[in-house]
T-cell receptor
Framework: SQTIHQWPATLVQPVGSPLSLECTVEGTSNPNLYWYRQAAGRGLQLLFY??????ISSEVPQNLSASRPQDRQFILSSKKLLLSDSGFYLC??????????FGQGTRLTVV | GIQVEQSPPDLILQEGANSTLRCNFS?????LQWFHQNPWGQLINLFYIPSGTKQNGRLSATTVATERYSLLYISSSQTTDSGVYFCAGSQGAQKLVFGQGTRLTINP
């Protein structure tokens, strides 16, 4: 099965600073990639979804953006972080009729 | 899109007890998974189970697709079973939608 790599594992950033979280997939090609955010230890909110290079679907209006410059690379970004952007960010590869796999996540604290 | 409802939201048990966690879907799904989130936040795949029954050690799961629900059974609970359990589903190539989770606490 594939492996989802995320880094960094933890991040503390000041309000107003930029953000770049990277997710790369190993062991497969043409993944369907997701960014989720988990706040308050419960519930995963879907942020972005991508079925291919340059194809991004945004689920909720927010201060974040996503890009997919390569088949197995998915990047979550912000130009200016808000306190409300704090949370646990998870990247996943999930396709129709197959099991989805998650990375180990990035815990972001905006101070 | 589909809605996913999990019950109970919280469950506290003594070590050795059995438990049943439930997941209801608002519409039919063809992808259905159960996950365990460990204390470090990592989502551990438990079962991929769009229909039928599967077992893995002390854990088993059953999905009744026609009635749009799935059950996760944990037998002879251990303290290491503690954590949050999530179910998630999708329709076709649509995005994977999660329930709000069941927080399981197993006391020694």
């Amino acid at each position: 099965s594939q492996t989802i790599h995320q880094w960094p594992a933890t991040l503390v950033q000041p309000v107003g600073s930029p953000l770049s979280l990277e997710c790369t997939v190993e062991g497969t090609s043409n993944p369907n990639l997701y960014w989720y955010r988990q706040a308050a230890g419960r519930g995963l909110q879907l942020l972005f979804y991508s079925v291919g290079i340059g194809q991004i679907s945004s689920e909720v209006p927010q201060n974040l953006s996503a890009s997919r410059p390569q088949d197995r690379q998915f990047i979550l970004s912000s130009k200016k972080l808000l306190l409300s952007d704090s949370g646990f960010y998870l990247c996943a590869d999930g396709r129709m009729n197959t099991e989805a796999f998650f990375g180990q996540g990035t815990r972001l604290t905006v101070v | 899109g589909i809605q996913v409802e999990q019950s109970p939201p919280d469950l506290i048990l003594q070590e050795g007890a059995n438990s049943t966690l439930r997941c209801n879907f608002s519409d039919s799904v063809n992808n259905l998974q159960w996950f365990h989130q460990n204390p470090w936040g990592q989502l551990i795949n438990l079962f991929y189970i769009p229909s039928g029954t599967k077992q893995n050690g002390r854990l088993s799961a059953t999905t009744v697709a026609t009635e749009r629900y799935s059950l996760l059974y944990i037998s002879s609970s251990q303290t290491t079973d503690s954590g949050v359990y999530f179910c998630a589903g999708s329709q076709g190539a649509q995005k994977l939608v999660f329930g709000q989770g069941t927080r399981l606490t197993i006391n020694p």
